[in-house]
Nanobody
């Protein structure tokens, strides 16, 4: 089992930055993938970014590319999402997710952290 805990959300103004962290505990795997998703009110959950621990590869949704940056921390169990130049459209609950391999499903989810961006 893998437990995920997000932190770093908050209320900011447009143009500000935030850094989210996702710490995992329990059984993680060498070739795991950690990702961030978000869900705005009244909308479906959408993919934001992913980090492949085995080779450091990253991927981003077009709406955040160039503004958001995902990275692995000093310890294998923490992944960060640096969010710059935030806009009100970035408002939502941000969820951390984990999967054991690139081809597998997102099998583990955190409880989410709220990010609110005012104009």
């Amino acid at each position: 089992q893998v437990q995920l805990v997000e932190s770093g959300g908050g209320l900011v103004k447009a143009g500000d930055s935030l850094r989210l962290a996702c710490e995992a505990s329990g059984r993680t795997f060498i070739r795991y993938v950690r990702g961030w998703f978000r869900q705005a009110p009244g909308k479906e959950r959408e993919f934001v970014a992913a980090f492949h621990w085995s080779n450091g590869a990253t991927s981003y949704a077009p709406s955040v590319k160039g503004r958001f940056f995902i990275s692995g921390g000093d310890y294998k169990n923490t992944v960060y999402l640096q969010m710059n130049n935030l806009t009100p459209e970035d408002t939502g609950v941000y969820y951390c997710a984990h999967k054991r391999s690139s081809a597998g499903p997102w099998g583990y989810w955190g409880q989410g952290t709220q990010v609110s961006v005012s104009s």
